[in-house]
């Protein structure tokens, strides 16, 4: 490669946001930490029962994974073209919350209402049907609560809020290893709770985060009286129903196969705790310096005129090549 080439290189990759990449890799970095500390706990249960319930919030997530595609990852566009323009911002933030909300809200009540009827249909060893139900109707609240967060985290990533990236990331960091610990933990002071220690210790944190997020949203915007109180308009979500409905149906399909083929089959082999860790460590260690990267040229995209794309995504690709060798 000539010298020129290089430097051009060299340039490109300059132009990446690498303060918010290393912020978002934090997110994913220490969550990660704190989620094999969590599996180190339920493996020092006395027995693998833990294991076995646990990952048998799984298929839940895949269902949630469909309406998060559909909801939140269309929202860097949506509003990050208007990202600029507060009126629009604050009333796509309103009525966008209220609809992320309803939808999980109501999504979540039919799970928790036909919990014993999906655990039987996915095949979970019939000994652990009452504990597995308990078990994700309580994560069933701590999920409602993160959808609230999963969409104000939006905002902090849009805007640049390095600071409230790195004061959830850490609050939630040791919020869960300091809850598994009393929860969950061994040690003679725990309240040795189990797996459900993990759904009291998320319902914990999440509701800690949204009321975090919520404040700090409040501050970055100080929306008056007025801007609240002004009546909102849903026709930017014919939009958001466009683009995400697309995103939805695609995540569909893959997680409805992979949810009947894989999970239940681990299910039927008695496999499904084993399967979970080790899914655990491919998805969380090894895709660790590409989650961020996803985040960025979502940022990136949804903050550019159509026009001026073009090239723009060069470095990206650069990075990603990296990355991947």
């Keep these: ?26 997110t994913n ?8 500390v969590r599996i180190y706990f339920l493996g020092d249960l006395p027995t693998d029962w833990g294991f076995n319930i646990a990952s048998q ?17 269309p929202l860097f566009y949506i509003i990050g073209k208007t990202a600029q323009n507060r009126e629009q911002t604050i ?15 109501l999504i979540l009540a039919v799970i928790g209402i036909f919990t014993p009827f999906f655990v039987k249909a996915m095949a979970q060893d019939i000994a652990l049907l009452n504990a597995t139900v308990v078990y994700i109707r309580l994560e069933l609240i701590a999920l409602l609560l993160q959808s609230v967060y999963r969409f104000l985290f939006i905002l902090f990533i849009l805007y640049d809020r390095r600071t409230t990236i790195y004061l959830l990331l850490l ?35 999440y509701s800690l985060l949204a009321g975090m997020s919520i404040f700090r949203m409040i501050q970055v915007f100080k929306p008056t009286k007025h801007e609240l109180r002004k009546k909102s308009t849903f026709t930017w979500m014919k939009e958001w129903g466009r683009v995400g409905g697309y995103s939805a149906v695609d995540s569909f399909i893959r997680n409805l196969f992979y949810m009947l083929f894989v999970i239940r089959m681990m299910n039927v082999i008695a496999e499904q705790g084993t399967y979970w860790v080790a899914n655990g460590f491919i998805w969380s260690w090894l895709m660790l310096p590409v989650y961020p990267l996803t985040d960025i ?5 949804a903050t550019t005129l159509p026009e001026k794309l073009r090239g723009i995504l060069n470095p990206y690709y650069l990075l990603s090549t990296f990355l991947i060798i």
Excluded: C
């Design 1 to 26: 490669m000539s010298g020129s080439r290089l430097f051009s290189v060299f340039q490109d990759l300059k132009t990446i946001p690498w303060k918010l990449y290393i912020s978002l890799l934090l």
């Design 29 to 36: 970095v220490l969550p990660t930490i704190y989620i094999t």
């Design 297 to 301: 040229i979502k940022q990136k995209i």
């Design 91 to 105: 009333n796509k933030v309103k009525t966008g919350l209220i609809i992320t909300i309803g939808i999980h809200a």
């Design 171 to 205: 609050v939630q960091m040791v919020g869960t290893v300091l809850l598994d610990t009393f929860f969950i933990s061994s040690f003679s002071f725990s309240l040795n709770l189990g797996v459900n220690g993990v759904a009291y210790s998320n319902i914990l944190i």
């Design 57 to 73: 919030l799984v298929w839940i997530s895949l269902v949630l994974e469909v309406v998060q595609e559909g909801l939140i990852l």
